[in-house]
């Protein structure tokens, strides 16, 4: 008898556990989607790879960002879709591998609602291995396989992560918690000590950048080659528009590339534009190509009263020069080859 009523006990403790999750993911989401600052925390780093494949079938974006955190931080749906008269998603996650960039991009562009999917490049530079992906990612939130094909049982699979997952507790907790500590009337904007996107770059930033990230290059190895490579292959027929592009790295940082393996840089830069150009002469579904990472307003702006407009530090673009960028973007028109 002990035994009977110790199993129901302890079923029942699990039973009232499963339940408080998913009531608090179930009540953290609607909340977070409802927030007039909501969108802002795609900009937030935390648990981005679990909850950001449901977010996407959920909020049915038009336009998605995808990319590692120069793309989170830079791209604020908040700020954007306002002023472009559009819904956007940001997919952008901390350290994004080439495989995991491609198959956000492929997860994006599968999406009915989607019409561009902006992809940043600096997520295929490196020498990233075949599969490999940081933890919390999880191919069976994506809307197609890695060979295209759809995702079987993904319902549930989006299921379980919205209301079981950690993923999804942590990233709805971070959430919360940062949207709460808004005041009345205050944007993601007004807060830089919570949403830290929009923070500024200072003197200090940018000297210990420059050490931090003294032997940086940007090149593109094997395995980053065969993930764009696939990528194109994957928008060569897809309904929505693929839209790449060289990120505005800060001047300052592009010297130390060129310092490092400036040929590794142009070869990179160079393979890139090949690659576009030979998927625009044979497929129905153009990419557009552009290119920031050179000398340009942004790039080469100065800090003024001690602090940037545009960076939070010198790879980093804040969501000001985000909305600027897709300015550029669409005022360019067609796609270069």
Known sequence: MKQTRYAFWFLGTV?????????????????????????????????????????????????????????????????????????????????????????????????????????????FTGHGGPGEALPSFDETRLAVTPEGGPTPRRGLWLFTTRFLSGGALGMNALSVYALARLKDGESAADRPDIFNAYSHMSEAVMQRDLTYRRARTLTMGPGPRREFATLLASACNAQARLILFFPPDHAAIQARYREGDAKGLEAFKQTVRDAVARHNARCPSRAALFDFLDANSLTTEALRDGRSASYVDLVHFRPPAGLWLLQQMRLKGEPSN
């Open 15 to 123: 039973a009232l556990g499963i339940a408080a999750l998913m009531g608090f993911n179930w009540a953290a989401g609607a909340y977070i989607l409802h927030h007039r600052a909501g969108a802002s925390v795609q900009t937030l780093s935390g648990f981005e790879r679990a909850l950001k494949p449901v977010w996407l079938t959920q909020i049915r974006p038009e336009l998605v960002f995808v990319g590692s955190s120069r793309v989170r931080d830079g791209f604020d749906p908040v700020l954007i879709d306002p002023a472009l008269g559009v819904k956007s998603f940001n997919y952008g996650a901390s350290s994004m591998t080439p495989y995991e960039a491609r198959r956000f991009a492929q997860d994006a562009l599968a999406q009915p609602s989607v019409k561009q999917v902006v992809v940043s490049l600096d997520a």
